[in-house]
């Protein structure tokens, strides 16, 4: 239902808010020789943060508990590239209006061309169901399936992008502002943003829907081809899905000003913990790295 999922993303962005934690978002201490009997205080200190991580930003929480296990410059706004087509995606799976019919617009040829942006290869003149523009807006994180689905959901994209912060307003995400549909750097670098907090706070509210789930826990998606749009192959950009054990979503993105950045969500047994990388360094390997230590580092100690 809608408003107890807002209510919790609510309350978890406004629970994230307060848990600062300072010394856990420190970077880890050179190691050094201690008392005999006593372990290193490299070695204590890991027990309190995962180490290695390069994110500038960066938070991991147990979605059971709500407890906020481990962050870093929880609240500081940055942006989040492709990490936006969570919000998109929302916004439109609210309507729920899956099966309705949208014509893919000329104009994503030359959108797409313009900024050199990922794209789901859309032709034209297609008809895609909104079901299957989801598929082609998060698993290939398609901007030309952001601008065909922002066109049809609203009077105008700019209304869409409305949307999108009045949802971002209504889940309490106070550090968030969508400047477009799809993360890419326009009208500025930096006109999008969010911080570790907010995202966390996103990704939980998408992920309580089983359409959004069922979507970017996908390591591929098939189209074959019909009178209404010719055949699409679509891989997910998120390689944990490939990489990380028990991992069911939920998003990449990256931009010059944003690095490379991750919203990501793995289960372990009973445990389910979802966790963000704000500007993993210039590499999509950083941000999959950094992933994967906090969340080794999560498992051993939520």
């Not at 192959?233 to 998003?251: D, M």
């Not at 793995?266 to 950094?290: E, N, Q």
Request: glycine share 8%.
């Amino acid at each position: 239902m809608r408003v107890p999922a807002r209510l919790t993303a609510s309350c978890l962005a406004a629970g994230l808010l307060l848990a600062q934690a300072a010394p856990a978002a420190q970077a880890a201490p050179a190691a050094q020789a201690g008392p005999v009997g006593h372990a290193a205080p490299a070695v204590l200190a890991a027990a309190h943060y995962p180490g290695g991580v390069q994110a500038k930003g960066a938070a991991v929480l147990d979605t059971g508990t709500g407890k906020l296990l481990w962050s870093r410059k929880l609240n500081t706004e940055r942006p989040m590239g492709s990490i936006t087509k969570v919000m998109t995606a929302l916004v439109v799976i609210r309507t729920h209006d899956l099966t309705r019919r949208v014509k893919v617009p000329a104009a994503v040829v030359p959108y797409v061309r313009k900024y050199d942006a990922s794209s789901a290869g859309l032709h034209p003149g297609d008809w895609l169901t909104t079901r299957e523009l989801l598929e082609a807006l998060m698993l290939p994180s398609g901007c030309d399936a952001a601008y065909a689905l922002a066109t049809a959901y609203a009077s105008t994209r700019k209304a869409f992008v409305a949307k999108m912060n009045s949802e971002a307003a209504a889940l309490h995400l106070t550090h968030t502002h969508f400047a477009n549909y799809d993360g890419l750097p326009w009208p500025t670098e930096t006109a999008g943003y969010s911080t570790p907090a907010d995202l966390i706070a996103l990704g939980r509210a998408a992920m309580k829907y089983p359409t959004f789930r069922s979507i970017v826990d996908q390591r591929s998606y098939r189209l074959a081809a019909s009178p209404r749009h010719r055949r699409y192959s679509w891989r997910n950009t998120n390689l944990l899905l490939g990489q990380y054990p028990g991992t069911i979503g939920v998003k990449t993105g990256s931009t010059r000003a944003a690095g490379y950045c991750l919203l990501f969500e793995t289960r372990r047994g009973k445990a389910v913990l979802i966790g963000v990388v704000l500007h993993s360094s210039t590499s999509a390997a950083t941000a999959f790295s950094d992933a994967t230590k906090i969340l080794n580092w999560g498992f051993r100690h939520d």
